[in-house]
């Protein structure tokens, strides 16, 4: 019998990278996600079967990670694994957690905690904020180690876009060992992005916050030149932007959000250079 399984991206709002030093930090599920589907056919085998998306062979190579742990504690069966989906890889939208998660789940690996450890063998370093808000599908505040649902006002989003402005050209792992590293160096902005949380949850005006955050993340050096001329631009028209994950140093910064108040003019800016998605 088939089985199939969903698991959504996420989007920070706020917090990137302050999380890991124990700073409260926002992130929500987004619509966009990952759909998978197993047809067991009584053999050994896994065949792979997936979306242009996925067909990298890095992502290739991940997902039979992914199967060489889930393998350590359960016999999986032969068939075919098809993976699909609208979610951007790469991109700073928890591709690999919701990647995880619904292979896990497809083949009715239904611990938390088991999965929750192979994310931590897959994606060293992580700040577990990804893997609860696509576990549980509901927006979530991190507080030190303590991650819990929140009831949090959105319709700041109802206007919103996501812009995809490329790859980076340095993966998450090797942004959080250079950010640990200088850490000292960097209090100041990893302050401001706390109390850019602290002001969301505060119900503070989103626009003037996520101006303060964007600012804080080039600070941090994690938003590339390009990204910030594109938000530069979005500022200009009295809008607000941020990249939603770790970003770059070089090379694209993957999603950025974009809020804007009842118009369609950011479309109109950012399909200049880059794709738009719906949030």
């Known amino acids: 019998m088939t089985q199939s399984a969903f ?22 599920p987004s619509t966009l996600g990952i759909d998978v589907t197993f047809e067991p056919d009584g053999t050994k085998d896994i065949r792979l079967e997936t979306s242009q998306s ?17 393998r350590k504690e359960k016999e999986l069966p032969g068939g075919t694994l098809r993976i699909e989906g609208t979610l951007p890889f790469g991109k700073g939208m928890g591709s690999s957690t ?29 700040s ?14 991190r507080e030190g180690t303590d991650t819990h649902p ?11 876009i996501l812009i995809d402005t490329g790859l980076p050209d340095q993966t998450t792992s090797e942004l959080v060992r250079v950010i640990k590293e200088q850490k000292n160096t960097l209090e100041e902005p990893l302050h401001a992005i706390m109390h850019c949380t602290q002001d969301l949850l505060n119900g503070k005006d989103p626009f ?24 530069a ?18 090379g694209g910064g993957g999603m950025v959000l974009a809020i804007q108040k009842g118009t369609d003019v950011l479309s109109r800016l950012a399909s200049v250079d880059y794709p738009v998605h719906s949030l």
């Open 128 to 141: 577990g904020l990804d893997f609860e808000v696509i576990w549980n599908e509901k927006p979530m505040l």
């Open 54 to 70: 996925i067909a990298h062979p890095e992502w290739r190579a991940f997902v039979e990670k992914i199967l060489a742990e889930l």
């Open 98 to 126: 919701a990647l995880l998660i619904a292979i896990a789940k497809v083949f009715d690996c239904n611990s938390k905690e088991h999965i929750r450890a192979i994310e931590n063998i897959l994606t060293p370093g992580n």
């Open 233 to 250: 631009g979005i500022e200009q028209l009295g809008c607000s932007a941020k990249v939603i994950g770790a970003g770059s140093r070089t």
């Open 208 to 231: 003037e916050v996520f101006r303060r955050h964007h600012k804080a993340q080039v600070a941090l050096g994690v938003v590339p030149e390009p990204v910030q001329k594109l938000i």
């Open 150 to 160: 929140i009831d949090l006002d959105l319709t700041f989003l109802r206007n919103a």
């Open 7 to 28: 698991a959504p991206g996420k989007i920070i709002l706020s917090g990137e990278y302050a999380v890991l030093f124990g700073y409260p930090g926002i992130a929500i």
